[in-house]
């Protein structure tokens, strides 16, 4: 594998308060939801509307993506649409037009098709990055483009993405290549693919991801499968993932933030409360994020 490439990906993807290991915590991982009170409400909604706005690219769409999360789709539309017009790099289209098509305009995905299916590869690994967490492909053309993007053999960070996106579109062939990969020597790969079988996995995937935890050493990329195993329903990962909102780490404590919206996990509350006020943007507005999810019913969408 592209070493190199793979960690460009990871970085490109990255993508609380104090629980200490000895208290008591109690789980819950299902589609309750949790009260917010008005100020903290209104609290994340501050976080992410300076973030949006914020002059760092790739937080500024975190901001954008909790904000639809939150139910704030047409403003980010109204703020993002003149950005589209007037933005020339490609991996920055993409973000943009990803957290659009979030937000409801579907038409803007053919802005990412468009980039995968040019000469340039500077945007090839967002596109298939960016429409495999908004899109579900549809037509016979749509995942012909995608099984070459998979197929090809000269940059496997497309490749890993490509199949990401097929296989949330129910193509065997690219979660097969994607559950391979866990076993993966470079963990950069391995974490990546812990990360995507965390939104489309199953609990079938928690012992082999489990296995493959037991040998990661880098605290980091051990978080990343933990995340993935709470997500799927893993109860003890659960409760790691919730005291990893207090590590010392800014990037697990912004993975966690993340992954505890996606983990449906409400025991999670005070912590995220408490991140509101974090130091690193990044994990103030995913703290913001997964207490607005939580604070709805589970629906399916987006990922």
């Given at each position: 594998m592209n070493t190199n490439a793979m960690r460009r990906l990871v970085l490109a993807i990255l993508i609380v308060g104090t629980i200490g290991i000895g208290q008591s915590i109690q789980i819950q991982a299902d589609d309750s939801t949790i009260q917010l009170n008005k100020a903290t409400r209104n609290k994340c909604y501050r976080i992410l509307r300076e973030a949006v706005r914020s002059d760092e690219f790739w937080p500024?769409?975190?901001?954008?993506?909790?904000?639809?999360?939150?139910g704030k789709g047409e403003e980010v539309r109204k703020l993002l649409e003149p950005k589209l017009k007037t933005e020339k790099d490609d991996q920055h289209r993409c973000g943009l037009a990803r957290e659009l098509v979030r937000a409801g305009d579907i038409t803007k995905a053919s802005i990412m098709f468009d980039i995968l299916a040019g000469d340039d590869p500077h945007g090839h690994v967002h596109a298939c990055e960016s429409l495999y967490k908004v899109y579900k492909l549809n037509t016979a053309d749509e995942k012909q483009l995608f099984l070459k993007a998979m197929r090809q053999t000269e940059n496997d960070s497309m490749s890993l993405m490509a199949a990401a996106a097929l296989g949330r579109s129910g193509n065997p062939e690219a979660m097969m290549l994607l559950r391979k990969q866990i076993d993966n020597e470079d963990?950069?790969?391995?974490?990546?693919?812990?990360?995507?079988?965390?939104?489309?996995?199953?609990?079938?995937?928690?012992?082999?991801?489990?296995?493959?935890?037991?040998n990661i050493k880098d605290p980091l990329i051990h978080a990343y499968f933990i995340n993935a195993l709470a997500t799927l329903g893993d109860p003890d990962s659960l409760k790691a993932l919730i005291r990893n909102l207090s590590d010392d780490d800014p990037a697990i404590r912004t993975y966690s933030a993340t992954f505890a919206g996606d983990a449906r996990a409400t025991s999670a509350k005070n912590a995220l409360i408490k991140l509101l006020d974090d130091k690193n943007i990044d994990v103030r507005v995913r703290a913001a994020q997964s207490l607005l999810v939580l604070s709805k019913r589970k629906t399916a969408g987006t990922l």
């Open positions: 500024s769409m975190h901001a954008a993506e909790a904000l639809t999360l939150g963990i950069a790969v391995a974490r990546i693919v812990a990360w995507v079988l965390a939104r489309i996995g199953s609990d079938e995937d928690i012992p082999r991801l489990k296995v493959r935890a037991k």
